[in-house]
């Protein structure tokens, strides 16, 4: 029987400090809860759940229908 090889975790590969891991979430934060952000997330469920009662059309289809939309926004909006 040989060692069983340790199984390295998340934090074991971490090259950086985990301050610089907390600040980095809280960065994404502060850009993701921006009124603008927030507004086009509210516009999103709205129009999500519009379509959402159309017969016969799937989450799929809604989302084929409403991609056209995120064309023109920022990388950060449209993820939003």
């Known amino acids: 029987m ?7 975790g998340l934090i074991d ?7 610089e891991v907390i600040d980095s979430v809280i960065f994404g934060f ?12 509210v516009a999103g469920v709205t129009l999500g759940s519009l379509v959402g009662v159309l017969p016969g059309i799937g989450p799929l289809g809604a989302m084929s229908l409403l991609l056209g939309v995120t064309f023109g926004m920022t ?6």
């Open 30 to 41: 502060s850009h993701a809860v921006t009124f603008s952000n927030l507004m086009f997330t």
């Open 75 to 80: 990388p950060t909006q449209s993820t939003v």
């Open 13 to 19: 590969n971490l090259e950086c400090e985990p301050m």
């Open 2 to 8: 040989g060692a069983v090889p340790k199984r390295l």
